[in-house]
């Protein structure tokens, strides 16, 4: 198996001649009187919802200097690792409107699982949280006086537009508000959402303008043609993509192997585990076993004093990924792979481990053997007063 070093996700198959509908879409937006515009893109899955957004986001970049781009899609996400729910502000336009790319988030919420089901209260809140950071940031009244300083706003969604993906949505329909609401709909009616503003009652009375388009990809009977995804494949690309900043630039790395013998052979961060608290996202653990379940997953890196403060308390900020490579109950260590760096990794005090596995295919390569307990860390982290 071939691992893709170049892009983190995978390329349609098919050329994209853009609808002129879409192009009719993208216009209203960018010229919205209401500037600057808050637009949702939602529709069923593999629709061109991601392929949208990009072109969207490229035409609103001709007219304002960044824009923001919140991504609530932790299946299948634009721009960072699946499992996470994150904020993005770009400043330059994507070469290919066909693919997607990695960035590191200005913000982050390490939700642990690639759908909504587990957790949809928690889901809402991290992207209720989300939402309010970038508009206090960047559309509050605070720059009132100075126009230039607003941003636009894209929100990806999920494919998941029935039962409690559709209760979800009108949740975030209801909560965002946004100015555009751009509903992609495919030619099996059974799968589309309401048309309209579906998300209203009766008689309430939205601000929201709701803009209907079809998929892109058509045959010749004029029926849509869904971009076909290996949706796990295209997972494993981006954690992948995530953990090889890992490894130092000038690595040439081909294959799944390569790549895997090269992570195994990194150095990893020694952590005390008095130093941390494991937090277990959907699912209860039996507190005996708490750091046996850590062993050989991919974690959720947080400090627990960073994030937005709600009633409830402080909702902790993701700061990056781990892999927790080994343990040592005896001594009390934890061994972790991350990018993260050190300045960042000494303040983290939380662990969330949710359903996000290290892909097969890096466990499978033969002869490579992840080397447990090892003595030659790359840095020891100093010792918290807790």
Not at 14 to 29: C, F, G, K, T
Not at 132 to 160: C, D, M, V
Not at 194 to 210: I, R, V
Not at 220 to 234: D, E
Request: with cysteine; aromatic share 10%; proline share 7%.
């Amino acid at each position: 198996m071939v691992f893709l070093s170049g892009s983190p996700s995978m390329p349609l198959h098919h050329e994209l001649s853009i609808p002129p509908q879409w192009v009719d879409a993208v216009d209203v937006i960018v010229r919205s009187p209401q500037t600057p515009p808050i637009a949702m893109i939602c529709g069923p899955k593999n629709s061109g919802k991601s392929t949208f957004s990009r072109l969207l986001l490229n035409s609103l970049l001709e007219r304002y200097e960044r824009v923001g781009y919140l991504d609530t899609d932790v299946g299948q996400p634009e721009f960072y690792v699946p499992g996470c729910l994150s904020l993005h502000v770009v400043d330059e336009c994507l070469q290919d409107v066909m693919t997607s790319s990695m960035r590191q988030p200005e913000r982050c919420f390490f939700f642990g699982d690639t759908s909504s089901k587990r957790d949809p209260e928690c889901y809402l809140n991290y992207s209720f949280r989300l939402y309010e950071y970038f508009f206090g940031k960047y559309q509050s009244n605070k720059h009132a006086n100075n126009r230039n300083l607003l941003l636009p706003l894209i929100i990806n969604t999920a494919g998941w537009v029935k039962g409690t993906g559709f209760d979800v949505l009108v949740e975030l329909l209801r909560y965002i508000s946004p100015s555009h609401v751009v509903q992609i709909r495919i030619s099996n009616e059974s799968k589309n959402l309401p048309t309209g503003l579906f998300w209203l009652g009766d008689e309430e009375k939205g601000h929201s303008k709701s803009i209907e388009i079809g998929a892109p990809f058509r045959d010749s009977f004029n029926r849509t043609v869904l971009s076909p995804k290996n949706a796990c494949k295209i997972r494993d690309n981006r954690i992948f993509y995530y953990f090889k900043q890992c490894i130092p630039s000038g690595s040439n790395m081909v294959t799944n192997k390569e790549f895997a013998h090269a992570l195994a052979s990194i150095s990893p961060y020694q952590v005390h585990i008095t130093q941390v608290k494991v937090v277990h996202l959907h699912c209860q653990v039996p507190e005996q076993e708490v750091f046996h379940s850590l062993n050989g997953t991919i974690v959720g890196l947080a400090v627990s004093s960073d994030g937005p403060k709600t009633s409830a308390g402080c909702t902790p900020w993701c700061v990056g990924l781990g892999i927790v490579r080994g343990i040592d109950l005896k001594r009390g260590l934890l061994y972790v792979i991350t990018p993260v760096s050190p300045s960042k990794l000494e303040k983290v005090d939380l662990l969330f481990q949710g359903f996000i596995e290290i892909p097969r295919s890096l466990l499978q390569v033969r002869g490579c053997v992840s080397p447990y307990m090892s003595k030659n860390v790359l840095h020891k982290l100093p010792d918290k007063h807790l």
